[in-house]
């Protein structure tokens, strides 16, 4: 069956560090591969999408990396701010059906 | 532009009572999914509309419904409410595929009783 892991449920971190999120999936041949970020009681928000042949894309001080050998997507947080605190979410998409881990709640302490 | 909007914000039902929700997308976006979101199940996909049609349905039963308006606006039914249906439901629109990224509205909290 197919399923998508998202390694960490909480990463605590202090400011100014880098937070490293993964997410790992099986049975999936994705196209594209997005990172949303939630805050409690919100929707999720589009943070970034990465294509199958696109090894690394870059948004201000976030990163996504896609490994389709690995089946796995790293996500970074740079120079993190408490501002950053949320849980965030990878999804493949899929016959305009996102299916979604479990989220890895993130917390920057200043 | 105006975001994602979700009508009611919060929701309190009975069991066994039907409950209809609405979204309007983004101005231009025609495609509109539904997506459920419970702590133990996560954020579960309903279905997605294009141009009125359903284009793809997730593992839900029967009473859950949708539909989507020529001008492109949904709305998702479910009837004879059970307690576990108590969820965030949340909508998404996107300008075709979504390869380009959803954009979600906050969500209706529907708390059933």
């Known amino acids: 069956s197919q399923k998508i892991e998202q390694n960490s449920e909480a990463l605590n971190i202090q400011e100014g560090k880098t937070a490293t999120l993964t997410c790992n999936y099986t049975?999936?041949?994705?196209?594209?591969l997005q990172w949303y970020r939630q805050d409690p009681g919100r929707g999720p928000v589009f943070l970034l999408l990465i294509r199958e042949n696109e090894k690394e894309k870059r948004k201000e001080r976030l990163k996504v990396t896609f490994d389709t050998t690995l089946k796995q997507s790293l996500f970074h947080i740079t120079a993190s701010q408490p501002a950053d605190s949320a849980t965030y979410l990878c999804?493949?998409?899929?016959?305009?059906?996102?299916?979604f881990g479990a989220g890895t709640t993130v917390t920057v302490r200043a | 532009k105006a975001g994602v909007t979700q009508t009611p914000r919060y929701l309190i039902k009975t069991r066994g009572q039907q409950v209809t929700l609405s979204c309007s997308p983004i101005?231009?976006?025609?495609?509109v999914s539904w997506y459920q979101q419970t702590p133990g199940q996560g954020l579960q996909f309903l279905f997605e509309y294009f141009s009125e049609t359903q284009r793809n349905k997730g593992n839900f039963p029967g009473r859950f419904s949708g539909r989507q308006f020529s001008n492109s606006r949904s709305e998702m039914n479910v009837s004879t409410l059970e307690l576990g249906d108590s969820a965030l439901y949340l909508c998404?629109?996107?300008?075709?595929?979504?390869?380009?990224?959803?954009?979600f509205g906050s969500g209706t909290r529907l708390t059933v009783v």
């Open positions: 998404a629109s996107s300008s075709d595929t979504g390869n380009y990224g959803y954009t």
């Open positions: 049975n999936y041949s994705p196209a594209y």
């Open positions: 101005s231009g976006h025609r495609s």
């Open positions: 999804a493949l998409l899929n016959d305009y059906k996102l299916s």
